[in-house]
């Protein structure tokens, strides 16, 4: 091989080389940039669903509810504040927020809320409406939070999903950026309240 050849061959070499580590930084910073994101998207659906909590027992001790449902749920309300301390106190065991009984916690909540709206089980549009002021406002407000959770755990699982899109591709094998920890699960948890979407009526 020529002496010239050989340079040509060796600067090929580099700019691959070169080529080959601004790219393996480029992922790298994006993959921090959509943890960072996720870790913040976890956290805003945590407060959401909180929120949702807040509300729903505004709504059972405001009226709002037949007293059978009120206790239900407000019964649920409760089991949903003991899960958020329990996944508190465990944050450094890797279970989280979002641990598996919260996510039970949350949906046995979803469910009481739905009975309660159901006319079959004696709905609550009517109770609201005849008492007005704080329980309609309780109504309002449990409406849009329970709107806001869903937007947040869409986005969440979109964000999640991306994670572990990137994580697991190709291009991340390739450049030696696989998964390094556990991939983010995506939160699947029961949130629609069909009486509570926007435009819905309750009918007495």
């Known amino acids: 091989m020529s002496p010239s050849l050989w340079w040509m061959v060796l600067v090929v070499v580099l700019l691959l080389a070169g080529a080959a580590v ?24 945590d407060a959401e669903l909180m929120r949702r909590t807040l509300a729903a027992r505004e709504l059972a001790t405001a009226g709002g509810l037949d007293p059978a449902s009120a206790v239900i749920v407000l019964r649920c309300v409760g089991d949903v504040l003991d899960a958020v301390d329990a996944g508190t106190r465990a944050e450094g065991s890797g279970v989280g927020p979002m641990g598996p009984e919260r996510l039970e916690a949350e949906e046995q909540l979803t469910e009481a809320l739905r009975r309660a709206f159901d006319d079959r089980h004696g709905g609550a549009g009517e109770s609201c409406e005849s008492l007005g002021g704080q329980a309609a406002h309780a109504r309002d407000v449990l409406a849009l939070a329970t709107e806001r959770v869903h937007r947040r755990r ?35 948890v029961e949130d629609d309240i069909p009486a509570l979407r926007p435009g819905s009526e309750q009918q007495p």
Do not use: F, K, Y
């Open 22 to 45: 601004l790219c393996r930084e480029h992922w790298a910073g994006a993959a921090r940039q959509d943890a960072a994101e996720l870790e913040a998207s976890g956290s805003a659906l």
């Open 154 to 188: 869409v986005h969440h699982n979109e964000l999640a999903a991306r994670v572990r899109r990137r994580a697991l591709g190709r291009t991340g094998r390739l450049l030696g950026l696989g998964p390094a920890r556990d991939l983010p699960e995506l939160v699947q």
